[in-house]
């Protein structure tokens, strides 16, 4: 089955910089991504996602890339605010669309 | 829309007791999944159902059921509870769009097992 790789598990970055978290998947029949957020005590939520078919995607201060031959893909958030700090899931979908298989998850600290 | 409900929000059992949590959605959505999360594992997925009448096994099934008699509702059935079963459930519901699925998570259940 499909795994998942997900680095940093912490990370620190100071108000204004930018982060970037990093997952690597295994099954290249994989072409979903999508990047959840979940804050303490709450559920995770979507806030980005990208297919097999593009290799970059952004949204205001958040961007996917994707690389299909080697397997990674990575989130990139600029411009860092203290509401960005949470936990961050990356995750894989090989077409089947509730068969996520979920990073380990990155716990983001924006400092001031 | 309510969205994606689970109950209770917290449990407590004793080893051996059996339970059910319920999950329902009111978005139509063709796809309903049951996750659990433990610290520093991620969400795993225990079972899934593409449709009323049709569920599978995720990766972690062993010492759960669940069944779909309707596109709303999706339980899932802890047949003889153990410490081990101690997690945070999140059940979910997405909809295919091309190939794209976005998942639509319950508030979560908080079980313990003493």
């Known amino acids: 089955g499909e795994n998942v790789e997900q680095h940093p598990s912490t990370l620190s970055v100071q108000e204004g910089d930018s982060a970037v978290i990093k997952c690597t998947y295994s099954?290249?029949?994989?072409?979903?991504f999508p990047w959840y957020k979940q804050e303490l005590g709450k559920r995770p939520q979507l806030i980005i996602d990208?297919?097999?078919?593009?290799g970059e995607k952004k949204d205001q201060r958040i961007a996917v890339t994707l690389n299909k031959t080697a397997k990674h893909f990575s989130l990139h958030i600029t411009e860092t605010q203290p509401e960005d700090s949470a936990v961050y899931f990356c995750?894989?979908?090989?077409?089947?669309?509730?068969?996520?298989?979920f990073g380990t998850g990155t716990q983001l600290k924006v400092e001031l | 829309n309510a969205g994606v409900t689970q109950t209770p929000k917290f449990q407590v059992l004793k080893t051996g007791q059996s339970m059910t949590l319920q999950c329902a959605q009111d978005?139509?959505?063709?796809?309903m999944s049951w996750y659990r999360q433990d610290p520093g594992m991620g969400l795993r997925l225990i079972h899934y159902?593409?449709?009323?009448?049709?569920?599978d096994q995720g990766e972690v099934p062993n010492g759960y059921n669940v069944s779909r008699s309707t596109t709303e509702d999706f339980p899932l059935r802890l047949l003889s509870a153990a410490p081990s079963q101690t997690s945070v459930y999140f059940c979910?519901?997405?909809?295919?769009?091309?190939?794209?699925?976005?998942?639509?998570f319950g508030p979560g259940t908080r079980l313990t097992v003493t």
């Open positions: 979910a519901s997405s909809y295919s769009k091309g190939i794209r699925y976005e998942q639509y």
């Open positions: 099954d290249s029949a994989s072409n979903y």
């Open positions: 990208i297919r097999s078919n593009v």
């Open positions: 995750a894989a979908s090989s077409g089947g669309g509730n068969k996520l298989t």
């Open positions: 978005m139509n959505h063709e796809y």
């Open positions: 159902s593409v449709g009323a009448g049709i569920t």
